[in-house]
T-cell receptor
């Protein structure tokens, strides 16, 4: 158990809909990262928050947004969903930034868009 | 469990053999490298890391080798066990991203036969 909790574990929805994925980082970790894993693209970095502030942005679509709350949990919002958004979405956390040590990953939220 | 990739390079070994998984990284400015293991249905798990001021680092049954000249990283697993079966990813980061992001390679699937 990494200590990172993600909900829901599985989500099935339709094109055009909006979903919210939730992540609780390990106790004490200030950074939260979101990654998307698909069969053809591998693990793609989406966005990072550090202590409530956006720290870095990767290949995140404009239809996607995220935030980190004062209690350090984070949410990833995916809107106007398309079939191609079907993927595993991982949240990871670390004490500081990625270069300070390991990232701890949750078990992922599997999104299926029909 | 769920597959994380259907078209990954695959290394098949016998239990007890030594395994070597290779990775070519892309950014010559990267100076921190990590190997992750992802078992079916789970999130990536940290195995070992290495900074660019080193060319070798050893852990328990694992060794990482770094060749900065050709931008190549390898993971050696000694006395491979069936429990080592998983997808292995290398990841890189560096000062240019403020160590904020990890860029993951495509992954290699390791299959260990008893």
């Amino acid at each position: 158990d990494s200590g990172v909790t993600q909900t829901p574990k599985h989500l099935i929805t339709a094109t055009g809909q909006r979903v919210t994925l939730r992540c609780s980082p390990r106790s004490g970790d200030l950074s939260v990262y979101w990654y998307q894993q698909s069969l053809d693209q591998g693990l793609q970095f989406l966005i990072q928050y550090y202590n409530g502030e956006e720290r870095a942005k990767g290949n995140i679509l404009e239809r996607f947004s995220a935030q980190q709350f004062p209690d350090l949990h984070s949410e990833l919002n995916l809107s106007s969903l398309e079939l191609g958004d079907s993927a595993l979405y991982f949240c990871a956390s670390s004490v500081g930034v990625a270069g300070d040590g390991e990232l701890f990953f949750g078990e992922g939220s599997r999104l299926t868009v029909l | 469990g769920e597959s994380v990739g259907l078209h990954l390079p695959t290394l098949s070994v016998q239990e007890g053999d030594n395994s070597i998984i290779n990775c070519a990284y892309s950014n010559s400015a990267s100076d921190y490298f990590i190997w992750y293991k992802q078992e079916s249905g789970k999130g990536p798990q940290f195995i070992i890391d290495i900074r660019s001021n080193m060319d070798k680092r050893q852990g328990q049954r694992v060794t990482v080798l770094l060749n900065k000249t050709v931008k190549h990283l390898s993971l050696q697993i000694a006395a491979t066990q069936p429990g080592d079966s998983a997808v292995y990813f290398c990841a890189e980061t560096g000062r240019t991203s403020g160590y904020s992001t990890l860029t993951f390679g495509k992954g290699t699937m390791l299959l260990v036969s008893p």
